[in-house]
């Protein structure tokens, strides 16, 4: 393996010394912040109950054959019970919308068995009624209807739903109880949308999955046939191992605690002037907070690399964007080849540990935000910052320098390893740990840094594409 540039000098005791203290605070900063990922709550959940209400929306129009292999055969109860799992395991009180969205499917139960429906029906007629007791006086209007059974047009209708905020999949509940047409409910009105949404978040990651695994076919039988071409050099900047640990324990992840925290209370109170809608003030702190984040390790990447000596062929961190259509190509098969194996291993996690919890929260804000601008935040951050910033440290820095020690293989596997740790994620651990794997390999055998970003960047924007279609 070859690292172009002069060799790092011997560093100073007093970096020395400073490297390995920020390496100890930030070994307890990561066992720490791994432990509190357990207090997070999933995003799991909520996406299951976000695809299940989208397979009660879309069921009536699909063709009985793909409805089955698509959703199943009674969608309505598998809604019903997940709603009743996730209440019961939850040890918080369950919102009001999903007890009356409960209430409803067991209210409407066309399956149910003829004793089996007078229960639910009674159970129904309870719920409602405590619901009207707890919750408040512009939301009471809607209950009370639902209890006299009267029938009411589609414009009354939507006055009733108005301060709940109503789902798709209330609505139509909703309309269904109160003697809507069922021309003008929901799932007939956005029949089209839902049934595309549905495909889009079922039929395409299957696709994109079978697709990734052909291609890993394809790569490994290259590979054991020796026809696979070997990987250039991997060339990064001169800095020691030293060097790396204060780039990342100190400025990523010990000033990069402080500084983001500084930068909202600098800024934070003139947004609050302002007055933003909440969606969107949690969005430019997610922005804010980010670039605060990145503002350290970049100066300080910046202060060590080398003024005095000339970079190698492509910069010291080997960017080469062109050609960019290789890169994107490149980009493209690594993300195909990744979802398999981090599916596989998500899978795996699941089956071994269960939902473990600790989702990260940008997932959750961005599945219950339907605020343009804010989710406009939240993609900037996501698809366009992360991708820069990480895969400068990690794949840019890191795996080169380690690299440069420890052989392209055993440098791919750390510096997975430290990426993984540093999002600070017990649940996603595993899955995170093998995407990493994946940009690590495409640094490698590609050579270049911009590949790693197109594939990060194209990796969370389909992972933000589909939290929005998910989203009410």
């Known amino acids: 393996m070859e690292v172009s540039g002069r060799n790092p000098q011997q560093p100073p005791p007093w970096k020395k010394f400073l490297a390995l203290l920020t390496l100890l605070i930030s070994a307890l900063l990561w066992i720490s912040g791994l432990l509190d990922s357990l207090q997070r709550p999933s995003v799991v959940d909520s996406l299951s109950l976000r695809q299940l209400e989208l397979a009660t929306l879309a069921a009536d129009v699909l063709p009985p054959d793909l409805r089955s292999a698509l959703i199943g055969e009674d969608p309505r109860a598998e809604m019903a019970k997940e709603l009743q799992r996730q209440m019961e395991a939850s040890e918080l009180p369950a919102p009001a919308a999903q007890r009356l969205k409960l209430a409803l499917l067991r209210r409407g139960d066309p399956a149910a068995s003829s004793r089996s429906a007078a229960d639910n029906a009674a159970a129904a007629e309870r719920e409602l009624a405590d619901l009207v007791e707890r919750v408040d006086a512009p939301r009471r209007p809607l209950l009370q209807a639902l209890l006299e059974g009267r029938r009411y047009p589609p414009e009354e209708q939507r006055l009733l739903l108005e301060p709940w905020g109503a789902s798709p999949l209330l609505r139509q509940l909703s309309c269904e109880q109160l003697g809507g047409p069922e021309s003008a409910c929901p799932a007939a009105l956005e029949s089209g949308r839902f049934v595309g949404v549905l495909l889009g978040v079922s039929v395409l990651p299957v696709l994109l999955v079978g697709a990734g695994v052909l291609l890993l076919l394809r790569r490994i039988w290259l590979q054991l046939s020796g026809r696979a071409p070997p990987p250039p050099p991997l060339r990064g900047p001169p800095l020691s191992l030293v060097d790396v640990t204060l780039l990342i324990a100190g400025g990523f992840m010990v000033l990069g605690k402080v500084i983001p925290e500084v ?37 300080i990447l910046a202060w060590m690399l080398p003024s005095d000596a000339a970079p190698p062929e492509g910069g010291w961190l080997q960017w080469q964007p062109r050609p960019l259509a290789t890169a994107f190509g490149q980009a493209l098969a690594a993300v195909l080849m990744a979802l398999p194996l981090v599916a596989l ?91 990493a794997l994946g940009l690590g390999w495409l640094r490698w055998q590609s050579g270049r840094l911009l590949p790693c970003v197109l594939m990060h960047a194209l990796w969370n924007g389909l992972t933000f594409l589909n939290l929005v279609l998910l989203a009410d």
């Open 345 to 435: 291993s998500s899978w795996l996690v699941e089956r071994i540990l269960g939902d473990p919890g600790g989702s990260n929260p940008l997932l959750d804000m961005v599945l219950t935000s339907a605020d343009p601008l804010a989710l406009g935040c939240f993609g900037l951050t996501a698809t366009v910052l992360a991708p820069l910033f990480e895969e400068t440290l990690f794949r840019g820095v890191l795996l080169p320098v380690l690299g440069r020690q420890l052989g392209g293989t055993r440098a791919v596997l750390l510096s997975a390893a430290v990426f993984a740790v540093a999002h600070l994620s017990l649940g996603e651990l595993v899955p995170l740990f093998v995407l």
């Open 263 to 299: 930068a909202w209370l600098l800024i934070g109170p003139s947004l609050e002037k302002l007055e933003l809608a909440p969606a969107l003030a949690q969005g430019l702190q997610v922005l804010v907070l980010y670039l605060g984040l990145m503002a350290a390790p970049l100066l």
